[in-house]
């Protein structure tokens, strides 16, 4: 094949990825004037955005007018177990209300309140109603208001497009060079700047909320590349998953359904989160039925069920309790609404969730309650990027959504996502159109490193014979749902990494059949590489890290270490391999810190935006 | 316990059923056996998935000739000793296996003027009111699965996709048509350019819905309602034709 022939495209700024955040920041990018490519795994509008159910998170105050961006700065870096970049929780909490105004503007209809302004629910480790929502469909909400605004921006979409790997020219972005799924040709995309907005890599195990196309691809892609990874060890178990039937386990329930009442019982039918409610937010929290049950009517004065505490708390409870053999018949617990709520209100306020459990499980949620269990859900951590402008240490390379690291720390609230994608994707379309405008000579085009990356992938389909990629894909999930699970120790830790060694040796040999037009067991091949990326950073960082925070429970470190608020840790592509350091955190500007440590009454009340 | 599947295999140009058997545990739906199919013995079967909930509308296809949502399908809506077909949709070109071609759907999108709201409060606020919106939420479930578009017979019988948009982007009218800060006019083009005329209402679309979403009589039938308004209603008629407004 002569290499120079290769289909070839040019945008100023190709976005990588087509889900709430890739799509906000294409379209930033469009408005800014520049020509903008995106390409996606999926057709437009199926990327897992559509996944989110419960809200968007943004103190706009209209259920509770106490509320504004600085107790939910507080919240998000407590939260985060104050691991968080000080100045992305900043931004976010600032910005968030616009971003959700502006996307009313754009088309969104969100549920109301009495007076007819965007209405807020509750939901874990926030303070006050906070999460604009539609029902339990506000991912879908959100997403399909970007697609059809986004189609009318003069934006170039290239659907069922995979990126494979970056070029660089003296290393800063020239390019993508990806492949489409329907010919399984190549593609070379020269862009003076791209913008990976991917999402996790939750694939990396076995029971998870995420779809195939969560494989870790643009972490891969990066870390190739020689971007830096930061907080990886933090990976969110959401709390209630689904656990029955076998072939739907890990599917999400979403947390609305705790913030509109629910509670979660044990198999003696005791309300056991009040058993688990930590220090740090035992001010906050009600500590008897009779409290909680005042908040669900609207008591203001009392404080919030313990079922709302932050999703690493209540994931760890469900599996203490499960371990205790005090678990539901199919190993999880119960998650009952059906108690706390007519079955007139369950079906206005979670109809997916209603019909999710109806035709999948053929269980009433009205009537009985659901079996729930913890489901690989978030990364935190991810492409480490300047705070301000989401520039990777790569110049030229931006990073945006849940494939970038920083925001959310040692562990995410519920709603922060959907506010983070809005935020930073508008901001990534900023910093890139910064960046390509002080550009002063546009970069080249390397072509033995395109021939690099279409060799690597062609290989698979031209061994005589191989490993099969669905089974080792298997393998892997297996083995991180294993090793690097909930709660880790050091020693499974080290057992794991040894593990991934020789599912990596493995991935080298990997064959698929048949021809590469839209090929499955090609395309799985070419994405094992990136999950195996992921699922070795993720273990390496979980290792480094010698203390319990947040989302990353080590057995053999209990608690929060004094030294373990100091630093980040950070993956890079060394040529000895994968290296995973501490890297020192510098002390948080004072006005955060102030408002950070600060007493709810003292920020109460304060007028909310920026 | 092993089941019989028949699965469409072939591109555009030709392609035949082939016949696997895989094993089946409780609980299982249509999309779970496509990938134990994949696994075991066909790498190279091209199946559209995303979400595997429902909630993304990526895996429509065809089982034993009704179009349904892969992931949402249980086998054991099928008798334990009945074979299940499963092909691509109908009504669009195929790709490859069960991966049909929607790439029309995505143009009729972009042919469709977008929002255009009127002016925020003064508080920077719009507002709405739940009981107004709830009609327009109803049309905004919509996954995007086309199933609908595939059962509608102006576009799978009689092939008149220059004709009419579907039911899927007369949804899509409607939730614009029925914004209650919606300032645009498409009343004009629904007739003349996306054919509402066009459907006879047999309400096979609204059938097929995974959403459930009224799509004929919530969405559809208003909007014929509001064409006819404008153009036929006699009164108005006769006001046009007085004072030379259009």
Request: with cysteine.
């Given at each position: 094949m002569d290499f120079s022939d290769i289909q070839t495209v040019e945008h100023d700024v190709l976005v990588v990825g087509a889900g709430g955040a890739g799509i906000r920041a294409a379209v930033e990018c469009a408005q800014n004037g520049l020509n903008t490519g995106m390409i996606s795994k999926s057709l437009l509008g199926k990327a897992h955005t559509v996944m989110a159910e419960g809200g968007v998170a943004a103190a706009m105050g209209n259920v509770d007018s106490r509320d504004n961006w600085k107790i939910h700065f507080r919240d998000t870096m407590r939260g985060g177990k104050f691991l968080n970049q000080w100045r992305m929780a900043e931004l976010h909490a600032k910005q968030a209300p616009?971003?959700?105004?502006?996307?009313?503007?754009?088309?969104?209809?969100?549920?109301?309140?009495?007076?007819?302004?965007?209405?807020?629910?509750?939901?874990?480790?926030?303070?006050?109603?906070?999460?604009?929502?539609?029902?339990?469909?506000?991912?879908?909400?959100?997403?399909?208001?970007?697609?059809?605004?986004?189609?009318?921006?003069?934006?170039?979409?290239?659907?069922?497009?995979?990126?494979?790997?970056?070029?660089?020219?003296?290393?800063?972005?020239?390019?993508?060079?990806?492949?489409?799924?329907?010919?399984?040709r190549f593609i070379l995309f020269k862009a003076k700047a791209v913008i990976f907005a991917t999402g996790g890599g939750g694939k990396a195990w076995r029971i998870t909320s995420n779809s195939w196309e969560y494989s870790g691809d643009g972490l891969g892609?990066?870390?190739?590349?020689?971007?830096?990874?930061?907080?990886?060890?933090?990976?969110?178990?959401?709390?209630?998953g689904m656990v029955w039937p076998p072939s739907v386990r890990g599917i999400l329930v979403t947390e609305g359904v705790r913030g509109d009442g629910g509670i979660l019982k044990n198999s003696d039918g005791k309300r056991f989160m009040f058993d688990y409610i930590p220090k740090i937010f035992a001010s906050e929290t009600a500590d008897t039925v009779e409290e909680a049950n005042l908040w669900l009517s609207g008591d203001r004065d009392a404080r919030r069920p313990p079922e709302l505490l932050t999703r690493d708390v209540v994931a760890r409870a469900i599996k203490a309790e499960v371990e205790a053999g005090r678990g539901s018949p199919n190993g999880g617990v119960f998650l009952d609404i059906a108690s706390q709520q007519s079955a007139e209100f369950i079906k206005r306020k979670l109809p997916s969730m209603y019909h999710q459990f109806k035709e999948l499980a053929v269980i009433d949620i009205t009537e009985v309650p659901m079996e729930v269990g913890p489901t690989l859900h978030y990364f935190m951590g991810g492409i480490r990027v300047d705070s301000n402008s989401q520039e990777t240490n790569i110049p030229g390379l931006f990073a945006c959504g849940e494939c970038a690291g920083g925001m959310h720390g040692a562990n995410r609230l519920g709603g922060n996502s959907l506010s983070d994608l809005l935020v930073f994707g508008k901001l990534a379309g900023d910093g890139v159109t910064n960046y390509i405008n002080n550009l002063s000579n546009k970069p080249q085009i390397n072509n033995l490193k395109i021939k690099e990356i279409i060799t690597s992938a062609t290989d698979i389909l031209n061994r005589d014979e191989g490993i099969n990629p669905f089974v080792l894909h298997e393998k892997l999930q297996e083995t991180m749902q294993k090793y690097v699970g909930i709660v880790r120790t050091g020693d499974e830790l080290q057992l794991g990494l040894e593990k991934l060694e020789k599912i990596k040796e493995d991935v080298g040999r990997v064959y698929a059949h048949a021809s590469p037009q839209y090929n499955p067991g090609w395309n799985e091949a070419l994405d094992l590489k990136n999950l195996m990326v992921t699922a070795e950073a993720v273990t390496k960082a979980a290792f480094l890290r010698e203390e319990s925070r947040g989302a990353h429970t080590r057995l053999d470190f209990e608690g929060e270490s004094e030294e373990g608020m100091k630093y980040n840790v950070v993956i890079r592509n060394t040529s000895s391999g994968m290296v995973a350091e501490k890297r020192h955190r510098e002390e948080p500007p004072k006005e955060l810190s102030d408002i950070a440590f600060a007493t709810l009454s003292e920020l109460e009340g304060e007028s909310s935006g920026s | 316990m092993d089941r019989k599947f028949k699965v469409w295999r072939g591109n555009k140009k030709s392609g035949e059923f082939i016949s696997y058997s895989v094993a089946v545990e409780q609980g299982m739906v249509v999309l779970d056996a496509v990938h134990r199919i994949q696994t075991e013995h066909a790498s190279d079967l091209a199946v559209r998935w995303n979400c595997k909930a429902g909630k993304c509308g990526s895996c429509s296809v065809e089982i034993n000739g009704k179009p349904k949502l892969a992931c949402m399908t249980r086998l054991n809506d099928y008798r334990e000793d009945e074979e299940i077909t499963i092909q691509p949709i109908k009504a669009f070109p195929i790709i490859k296996d069960l991966v049909a071609d929607f790439s029309w759907n995505y143009e009729q999108n972009k042919r469709i003027q977008p929002l255009k709201i009127r002016a925020r409060d003064k508080d920077g606020n719009h507002r709405m009111f739940q009981r107004d919106v709830e009609r327009i939420q109803e049309f905004r479930k919509c996954i995007e699965c086309f199933l609908c578009q595939d059962v509608c017979h102006v576009l799978r019988d009689h092939n008149k996709k220059d004709k009419f948009i579907g039911p899927r982007f007369m949804i899509r009218l409607a939730s614009l048509e029925m914004h209650p800060l919606d300032e645009a006019d498409r009343i004009p083009a629904i007739k003349e350019e996306f054919g509402a005329g066009m459907c006879n209402i047999t309400r096979c679309c609204t059938d097929v819905c995974p959403e459930h979403i009224q799509i004929t009589d919530n969405g559809i039938i208003p909007l014929k309602e509001r064409v006819v308004d404008k153009y036929y209603d006699p009164v108005m008629w006769l006001y046009r034709k007085i004072f030379k407004r259009n």
């Open positions: 616009e971003r959700v105004r502006e996307l009313e503007e754009w088309g969104a209809v969100f549920d109301r309140t009495e007076n007819g302004l965007i209405n807020q629910r509750n939901f874990g480790g926030h303070r006050y109603p906070r999460l604009a929502h539609v029902g339990d469909r506000t991912g879908l909400e959100i997403l399909r208001t970007l697609q059809d605004f986004c189609i009318h921006k003069g934006i170039h979409t290239h659907m069922e497009c995979t990126g494979l790997d970056l070029v660089l020219d003296n290393g800063r972005v020239a390019g993508l060079v990806g492949y489409w799924r329907e010919t399984g892609m990066a870390y190739r590349a020689g971007a830096e990874l930061i907080d990886m060890e933090f990976t969110q178990f959401h709390p209630t | -």
